[in-house]
């Protein structure tokens, strides 16, 4: 099935993709069909800057336990370091 | 012996880029096949599905031209992502809320216009659509005098979407009663998206309403059984899917 629904976020940071670094403004999350995982759905992240085009994406395609793995992998790996020290108003 | 002595024109066909004229006077980006030689053809514009404008829909388009038709897939995110590799254009597409109506339906208008200006045309014009662009078949043969469309297991022609939904979708069951042209549907037993109960409720209302239709559903088979490129592909489903098609385009599109 094409499930059609994407959510997405405003984001802040960067990511490289085929040109280099850039800075990542948006992130699409979305169950579909992927380009390349070999299965028939993804979970598909993309992370965009549309402002520089179409080329301005960093592209993942997990599987739904994958994805899940991930989830509690950026939680666990922010309770163990100090609340705020990667926030955007952090000191530096 | 064929063109320039080199090729026999039973079979051979031409392909490439072209630029068509879409909506709102666009310049487009597009994929046209066509047989070559001298004899009179029908055209059909391929739709291509969510994932974009890639190499298995050329392959479809080039396929088609084989067939004895000329072929032209528009590419729908050329206005969002010219140029761009068709996995990055259909994120961005995706990302920006999808493709309107609207949009789609004015530049199938400029596909079609451009088959029917080819030489070797005889005038006749279909469309096939694929997924998303399944829906967005059935929606341009209800809004444009197209002689055949083919729908392959397009989702929300009936059915709401879910709430929430972030793409502007919407069902096209009451647009029914203007489908200009006789339609195949071609479907999965098991997808949901179209449901069979879905595809049974479509075959009502166009029986009811006296819209000539042949609808086909393959056991075995779900949601995208003709991407020979991805693990939904059902051989054997497509293959006489494809028979379905051939005969269908040939029909309804032959002078």
New interface residues.
């Given amino acids: ?8 976020r405003p984001v802040e940071g960067s990511g490289k993709g085929a040109n280099g670094w850039f800075p990542v403004t ?1 992130a ?1 999350v ?1 169950v ?2 992927p ?1 390349h995982a ?3 759905h993804t979970v598909n992240i ?1 992370f ?1 800057n ?1 402002a520089a ?3 301005a ?1 960093v ?1 993942v395609e997990l599987t739904e336990e994958s994805a899940l793995a991930l989830v509690e992998a950026i939680q666990a790996a922010l309770a163990a370091a100090p609340a705020g020290i990667a926030s955007r108003d952090q000191r530096v | 012996m064929g063109q320039d002595g080199e090729y026999d024109v039973r079979d051979a066909i031409q392909a490439g880029t072209v630029w068509i004229t879409g909506a709102a006077g666009d310049e487009i980006e597009a994929y046209l096949a066509h047989p070559l030689g001298s004899k009179q053809h029908g055209g059909v514009v391929v739709i291509h ?3 974009g404008y890639d190499e298995p829909t050329k392959e479809i388009t080039r396929r088609l031209a084989t067939y004895g038709f000329a072929a032209i897939c528009p590419n729908l995110y050329s206005r ?2 010219p140029g ?2 068709p ?3 259909a ?2 597409v ?3 809320g ?1 493709v309107p109506d609207e949009r789609l339906v004015e530049d199938v208008a400029g596909a079609a216009a451009y088959l029917r200006g080819l030489p070797g045309s005889n005038g006749k014009v279909g469309v096939i659509g694929y ?2 662009g399944g829906r967005q078949a059935f929606l341009a043969a209800c809004r444009l005098p197209l002689d055949a469309a083919v729908d392959c297991y397009g ?2 022609v009936v059915g709401e ?2 709430a929430g ?3 502007r ?1 919407r069902p096209l069951l009451d647009e029914a009663p203007s489908l200009r042209c006789p339609l195949l549907g071609m479907f999965g037993a098991d ?3 179209p449901s069979p109960e879905q595809v049974a409720e479509l075959d009502r209302e166009l029986t009811r309403l006296g819209k000539p239709h042949e609808f086909h559903t393959y056991e075995g088979a ?3 059984f003709f991407a020979v490129d ?3 592909y059902r051989p054997q489903a497509a293959t006489d899917g494809w028979r379905r098609i051939r005969e269908f385009f040939d029909r309804h599109l032959s002078a």
């Fill in positions: 099935m094409c499930t059609y629904v994407t959510v997405t948006d699409s979305y579909d069909h380009t070999p299965y028939a993309d965009l549309p085009g179409p080329g994406r592209a | 599905h969510m994932p969002e992502a761009a590799s996995d990055d254009a994120a961005t995706r990302a920006a999808g997924c998303s989702a929300f979407p879910p939904f972030p793409l979708v997808d949901q998206y779900g949601h995208a991805r693990p939904s």
